[in-house]
């Protein structure tokens, strides 16, 4: 069974900026996908960022203010956010895929997620 918690969450200004950090059990290679996706009140989940065989992938409202980088020695993939908007603020979730022989039988698992809130 895998468990993912976000960390880094709070509030922040407009503008601001904040890092979000998620350990996993494992090498980051040992992972086909790791990433974040968000949820802000009354809205579907979104893709926010994700790693995929070493190519990063970003949500349109995202791109250019948001990077995600993982540090292999540290098994942490982090979420660098600058730029804070009010309409950032939303629960954002860590994603992991564990890497299987055959594709199909992966699955997502899905963290607890760590609550952002910017002010305007």
């Known amino acids: 069974m895998f468990s993912w918690q976000a960390f880094g969450g709070g509030l922040v200004q407009f503008g601001g900026s904040l890092r979000l950090s998620c350990v996993v059990s494992g090498s980051l290679d040992t992972f086909s996908r790791v990433g974040w996706y968000r949820q802000a009140p009354g809205k579907q989940r979104e893709l926010v960022a994700n790693i995929i065989s070493g190519s990063t992938n970003y949500g349109d409202f995202v791109k250019g203010r948001f990077t995600i980088s993982g540090d292999n020695a540290k098994n942490t993939v982090y979420l660098q956010m600058n730029s804070l908007k009010p309409e950032d603020t939303a629960v954002y979730y860590c994603?992991?895929?564990?890497?299987?022989?055959?594709?199909?039988?992966?699955?997502?698992?899905w963290g607890q997620g760590t609550l952002v809130t910017v002010s305007s």
């Open positions: 994603v992991v895929t564990p890497r299987r022989l055959n594709p199909k039988y992966e699955r997502d698992y």
